[in-house]
């Protein structure tokens, strides 16, 4: 089954403070999701990439998956309090329909001083 | 308006009891899914549904029976709770289960077993 390995496990920075998360897997990523859960809000959808090399932003926040679809990583820019929470990556495997379930990584708690 | 929204929220009860859990999804998605997260804060997949027919079942105690009444519900039933069931249930749903379809989660339901 597929493994992610997300690093650092948490992670306190300055608010204003650049900062990077990343998710590595013992596979080929098929779909790489990222979510961002705050306490009593549930996860939040962030951004998904499926192609090798692809990269995404919104807002503040860039996602990139690696030409070998095996490493994704998540950049935040300028960091606020509001950026503060557990980011999780999910991973479908290969071949969809049953098969077609998230694997998640431990998470990363983020933590932004202000 | 909430896109998935499960009750109840919060959730205190004797070891012993059934309980359940309703997640309705107003987005039109034909899959349902059931998460849990333990208090390692680790999100597995439960079950999944496809129109109301089950795809993916997990290896879950018989004690937990997901229904589908119709593709906008998903129900979890939980008979004879124990101390280990303790944890956040997250409903999810999707398109039809091909990459690229994001899957779109509740805000999660607390589940204390005393």
């Known amino acids: 089954s597929q493994e992610l390995e997300q690093s650092p496990q948490s992670l306190i920075v300055q608010e204003g403070k650049n900062l990077t998360i990343n998710c590595t897997s013992s596979?080929?990523?098929?779909?790489l999701y990222w979510y961002k859960q705050k306490y009593g809000e549930g996860l939040i959808f962030l951004m998904m990439?499926?192609?090798?090399?692809e990269e995404k932003s919104h807002e503040k926040i860039t996602a990139k998956l690696d030409e070998k679809k095996q490493q994704s990583s998540l950049h935040i820019t300028a960091s606020q309090p509001s950026h503060a929470g557990i980011y999780l990556c999910?991973?479908?495997?290969?071949?969809?329909?049953?098969?077609?379930?998230?694997?998640f990584g431990k998470g990363t708690l983020l933590t932004v001083n202000p | 308006d909430t896109a998935v929204s499960q009750t109840p929220k919060y959730l205190v009860t004797q070891m012993g009891n059934d309980k359940s859990i309703k997640c309705e999804q107003n987005?039109?998605?034909?899959?349902m899914y059931w998460y849990k997260q333990d208090s390692k804060k680790f999100l597995k997949i439960m079950f999944s549904?496809?129109?109301?027919?089950?795809?993916i079942n997990e290896t879950v105690p018989n004690r937990f029976s997901p229904k589908s009444p119709d593709k906008a519900h998903l129900n979890l039933h939980i008979n004879s709770l124990e101390l280990g069931d303790s944890a956040v249930y997250f409903c999810?749903?999707?398109?039809?289960?091909?990459?690229?379809?994001?899957?779109?989660f509740g805000e999660g339901s607390w589940l204390t077993v005393v």
């Open positions: 999810a749903s999707s398109q039809v289960p091909a990459y690229g379809n994001t899957i779109y």
């Open positions: 596979k080929t990523l098929y779909g």
């Open positions: 990439l499926q192609k090798g090399g």
């Open positions: 999910g991973a479908l495997p290969e071949g969809g329909g049953s098969n077609y379930k998230l694997t």
């Open positions: 987005l039109g998605h034909d899959t």
């Open positions: 549904y496809n129109n109301k027919e089950l795809i």
